[in-house]
C-alpha cells in the first residue's frame, strides 16, 4: 500500500493542451501546447519573433488569456479563476519587463517598494503607510541586485542595466516562487546582458525557483538555462537539454 496516497506535488507548472488566439485571427498565437516544469528549472525559451514566445510567458500569469486549455500551478487551474483570485495568485508570481516599467521620476527605493503592494492593502497603498520592516526589505532587496548605493537616486538617472535590476529588485520584494522574464535583457548590450542573467541565476538559485525567461541570444540560453524549450509558429517545437541546441536544432528553430 506504500505510495497509495502520494502527496501530490504542487511546485510544478502543467500547461495542458493551451491555446491562445487573439480576436479576428484564424491562426493560433499558442498552439496547443502541452509542458510540465518543475521548481528549480531556469528555464529559457527560444524562437523568432512572432513565435509565440511573448503570449506563452504572458498566459502563464494571465496578462494574455488563453482561449482553451489548462494553465495548473500548486494544483490550481489559473484559467478558471476570476481577475480577482488571479491577482492574489499573482503576488507570488512575478515577471521583469524589457522596458522596466519603473516610473522614471521616483527613486530607486520608492519604485522597488512598489513590489510589496500586491500583498498589502489598498488603503495602505494609497496612503503611502509602510512598515520599518517593509522599508527594510527594500534595503536588502537592492543590496542583492547591487544598487543600495543608487536608492535615493531618481531611476531617469540610471543606465539600463541599473534599470532592470530595478525591476528585479522590486520582484524579489514579493517573494516569488515563480519568476518570469519577458525579454529581459533584449534592450541592452551584451556585456549588461551577460551581468543581468549572472544576477536572475544567482537569485533563482538561492531561492529555489522556477525561472521562465524569453531570451533572444542563443549563448546566453545554453550557458545559463537547466532546460530550453523553443516555438515557432506557436507549436512548442523544442523541449531539452541546452547541449542538445545543435546546428541542427538552431536551424530548426530560426528558420
Given at each position: ?69 489548462q494553465i495548473n ?9 476570476s481577475e480577482a ?118 537569485i533563482h538559485t ?50
Open positions: 500500500m506504500q505510495g497509495l496516497y502520494r502527496k501530490e506535488k504542487t511546485d510544478m507548472l502543467t500547461i495542458q493542451n493551451l491555446v491562445v488566439r487573439y480576436p479576428k485571427t484564424e491562426e493560433n498565437a499558442i498552439d496547443h501546447v502541452n509542458l510540465t516544469l518543475e521548481k528549480g528549472e531556469f528555464v529559457c525559451v527560444l524562437g523568432k519573433s512572432g513565435a509565440g514566445k511573448s503570449t506563452f510567458i504572458r498566459s502563464i500569469n494571465r496578462l494574455e488569456r488563453p482561449t482553451s486549455g500551478w500548486e494544483a490550481t487551474d489559473l484559467t478558471k479563476l483570485k488571479m491577482r492574489r495568485i499573482r503576488s507570488n508570481m512575478v515577471m521583469i519587463f524589457q522596458h522596466f516599467n519603473l516610473i522614471p521620476r521616483m527613486t530607486v527605493f520608492q519604485n522597488t517598494l512598489t513590489g510589496a503592494f500586491g500583498k498589502r492593502t489598498p488603503y495602505k497603498n494609497l496612503l503611502g503607510i509602510f512598515s520599518e520592516q517593509e522599508k527594510k526589505r527594500v534595503y536588502h532587496a537592492l543590496e542583492e541586485v547591487g544598487l543600495e548605493k543608487h536608492a535615493h537616486k531618481r531611476v531617469e538617472a540610471l543606465s539600463g542595466g541599473q534599470k532592470q535590476r530595478v525591476g528585479i529588485a522590486r520582484a524579489l520584494l514579493q517573494d516569488p516562487k515563480l519568476l518570469l522574464g519577458d525579454e529581459p535583457v533584449a534592450s541592452l548590450d551584451p556585456s549588461t546582458s551577460r551581468r543581468v542573467f549572472e544576477l536572475l541565476k544567482r538561492e531561492r529555489e525557483l522556477l525561472t521562465i525567461i524569453n531570451v533572444h541570444d542563443v549563448h546566453l540560453a545554453k550557458e545559463f538555462a537547466t532546460r530550453i524549450i523553443a516555438f515557432r509558429d506557436g507549436k512548442l517545437i523544442f523541449n531539452g537539454k541546452p547541449e542538445e541546441v545543435d546546428d541542427r536544432r538552431f536551424a530548426e528553430i530560426y528558420q
